[in-house]
């Protein structure tokens, strides 16, 4: 791209989250720990789910897809910062960086999606238990689940052209460890404010439309809850909506907290902090949360881990 001076950008640097090299050396071995434990969680529910009969339901179907997309958006951004931590020259090209943006947050705005799409499923399950089969057939579940994919990687892309077609300065440095909107749009060296303000109104928007579909489910929800006669009933219904509102929760709250603040604030270490949250953090709760609170998927892994027993005998 065009910089200051009719320069050619072609590559950033990567500040990282720390230049002090031993702080790098135990953050490496502290962030691979973590992705094991993210691939082999998220793995052993995609594993469950297609092995097991009784999670080949359109709630676990869901599921499934949820644990591929936080397989995927880590594969976009851990790998590469675990490699800079390693690294005396942490630069990234201009092509990867743009590569790297697009897909981390395509498969953003996939989620959002699908935990609308996760909500609803809830609705349905709860409010129309007799219809349920025949409104969630297979053909919708799969169709949903395209979709989703398909509107997270639509959306995204207005954001990131707008991103990309600002003309930068001589400075190329990224103060984050992997590319990201906020951050390469900072480095603009015209005025880019109504830019920002664009990006802003469309975060906003792709953010809270989401955000409203899954109240507006959930406070049907509750009210179809508060009608089941029995208190056994109403745990139960309680209980299968749980994980999903903690997984909302988390996932909203770290959004809203990265992308919705003013462009122009600067980059500090708490943004840091949020931005490896719903990186690497978020995606281990999300097979925690459901693996924990859900009876369906430990009862399934006891079947799964009894089976392997008969086996090895």
């Not at 082999?40 to 469950?48: A, K, R």
């Not at 003309?167 to 404010?193: A, H, T």
């Amino acid at each position: 791209m065009p910089g200051n001076n009719n320069t050619v950008i072609t590559e950033f640097i990567l500040l990282g989250l720390s230049s002090d090299p031993r702080t790098q050396f135990i953050l490496f071995f502290v962030f691979l720990l973590v992705y094991i434990i993210i691939l082999i969680g998220n793995i052993s529910i995609i594993t469950l789910i297609l092995s097991d009969v009784s999670l080949h339901t359109p709630m676990y179907f869901f599921l499934g897809s949820l644990s591929i997309l936080d397989l995927c958006s880590t594969f976009s951004t851990v790998p590469r910062m675990l490699k800079d931590l390693m690294s005396v020259k942490k630069t990234i090209s201009y092509a990867e960086c743009a590569t790297q943006m697009y897909i981390f947050l395509s498969l953003a705005e996939t989620e959002c999606i699908l935990l609308v799409v996760m909500a609803y499923d809830r609705y349905v399950a709860i409010c129309y238990p007799l219809h349920y089969t025949t409104i969630m057939s297979k053909a919708v579940c799969a169709i949903l689940a395209i979709s989703t994919w398909i509107c997270g990687f639509l959306l995204s892309t207005s954001l990131v052209t707008l991103t990309l077609n600002v003309n930068r300065c001589d400075n190329n440095e990224i103060n984050d460890f992997f590319c990201e909107v906020p951050e390469v749009l900072s480095l603009g060296c015209e005025n880019i404010l109504f830019i920002e303000f664009i990006i802003f109104v469309e975060s906003v928007i792709l953010l809270m439309i989401p955000v409203t579909f899954i109240v507006i489910s959930y406070a049907k929800i509750i009210v179809c809850i508060l009608k089941i006669a029995s208190s056994a009933g109403q745990r139960k219904a309680f209980s299968t909506c749980g994980s999903h509102m903690m997984v909302v929760v988390i996932f909203y709250g770290l959004a809203i907290a990265a992308f919705m603040k003013p462009r122009s604030s600067s980059y500090t270490s708490t943004d840091k902090f949020i931005a490896i949250f719903y990186v690497i953090i978020k995606p281990i709760l999300n097979p925690l949360i459901y693996t924990l609170r859900n009876n369906d998927v430990k009862a399934a892994f006891l079947k799964l881990k009894k089976r392997n027993v008969r086996v090895q005998f």
